[in-house]
Nanobody, 125 residues
């Protein structure tokens, strides 16, 4: 059983930064593609960023490119999302996700097998 636990959310002013962490309780963390998604109030869940199994390749939604950075530490079973230049439009619940089966990184939520409970990020103007 894979458990993902997010942390690091909170309230921040526009222009500020936050670092989200995702702790995975799994034996072979390096076997999983890791992704971050978010759901804003009244909106559908959307892709934010993803990282390949080795960490050598990263992918971002256009809305966060240049502001957010995804990373992972396979030795610690951790994934991260560094968020800078935060905007009120970034306000959402952020979810960590893990994909075991896909041969390559995908940006669709249905490709991900495991999900955390989410952490709230609120950006005030």
């Amino acid at each position: 059983q894979v458990q993902l636990v997010e942390s690091g959310g909170g309230l921040v002013q526009a222009g500020g930064s936050l670092r989200l962490s995702c702790a995975a309780s799994v034996r072979s963390f390096g076997s999983f593609i890791m992704g971050w998604f978010r759901r804003a109030p009244g909106k559908e869940r959307e892709f934010v960023a993803a990282i390949s199994r080795t960490g050598s390749n990263t992918y971002y939604a256009d809305s966060v490119k240049g502001r957010f950075t995804i990373s992972r530490d396979n030795a610690k079973n951790m994934a991260y999302l560094q968020m800078t230049g935060l905007e009120p439009e970034d306000t959402a619940v952020y979810y960590c996700s893990a994909d075991l089966r896909s041969p390559q990184v995908r940006e669709t939520a249905k490709s991900y097998d495991y999900w955390g409970q989410g952490t709230q990020v609120t950006v005030s103007s």
